[in-house]
């Protein structure tokens, strides 16, 4: 079965850090360009990164952009991204997707997320 | 950046049609793909390309584009389409992803 993991989640002071994980399972992970999208308790989904399938090519939003890093271990068939500086607005349920590996783009895989809670 | 945007709720008579619609400047160069979201689960992706649905979709679920708009139509809705859905594409440069505000999907 085809599946994503996430975990790491928690309870975080503001200007901690944080690392989430998702664990990749069912499919070569080696292949596919991986992405973490967040979404705020009531709110809408957000796009925070992509990473490429050698690690080649990263990108970022802006509002995460200089504190969040991703990565992936293929070894490992592993997903990361490392949340330093945390803020209150950084609260989100964390999910990883899967990009389609051809065609046009699609997240066609989500993990079940993982919840990041920035509070004092 | 870019932005989609989405009207916030929609709503639907059962076993009527529906479309839900994402406008942006991307969109004239980019696809859009849609996904549906119910309450405390993952989104599902139903709808990528021109229109393509992933496998286990209903093919009452269809997609369509003209100029800076994408579109979402649910053709017979059913009551378990009740959910949310965003609209998503890639912003200018091409590099950074972007997802539309949302529209829940109210099926009377």
Avoid: H
Avoid at chain 1, 17 to 30: K, N, W, Y
Avoid at chain 1, 45 to 66: F, M, Q, R, T
């Amino acid at each position: 079965e085809v599946q994503l993991v996430e975990s790491g989640g928690g309870l975080v002071k503001p200007g901690g850090s944080l690392r989430l994980s998702c664990a990749a399972s069912g499919f070569t992970f080696s292949s596919y360009s991986m992405n973490w999208v967040r979404q705020a308790p009531g709110k809408g989904l957000e796009w925070v990164s992509s990473i490429s399938s050698s690690s080649s090519y990263i990108y970022y939003a802006d509002s995460v952009k200089g504190r969040f890093t991703i990565s992936r271990d293929n070894a490992k068939n592993s997903l990361y991204l490392q949340m330093n500086s945390l803020r209150a607005e950084d609260t989100a349920v964390y999910y990883c997707a899967r990009d389609k590996m051809a065609g046009p783009d699609a997240f066609d895989i989500w993990g079940q997320g993982t919840m990041v809670t920035v509070s004092s | 950046s870019s932005e989609l945007t989405q009207d916030p709720a929609v709503s639907v008579a059962l076993g009527q049609t529906v479309r839900i619609t994402c406008q942006g400047d991307s969109l004239r160069s980019y696809y859009a793909s849609w996904y549906q979201q119910k309450p405390g689960q993952a989104p599902v992706l139903v709808i990528y390309g021109k229109n393509n649905r992933p496998s286990g979709i209903p093919d009452r679920f269809s997609g369509s584009s003209s100029g800076n708009t994408a579109s979402l139509t649910i053709t017979g809705a059913q009551a378990e389409d009740e959910a949310d859905y965003y609209c998503n594409s890639r912003d200018s440069s091409g590099n950074l992803g972007v997802f539309g505000g949302g529209t829940k999907l109210t099926v009377l």
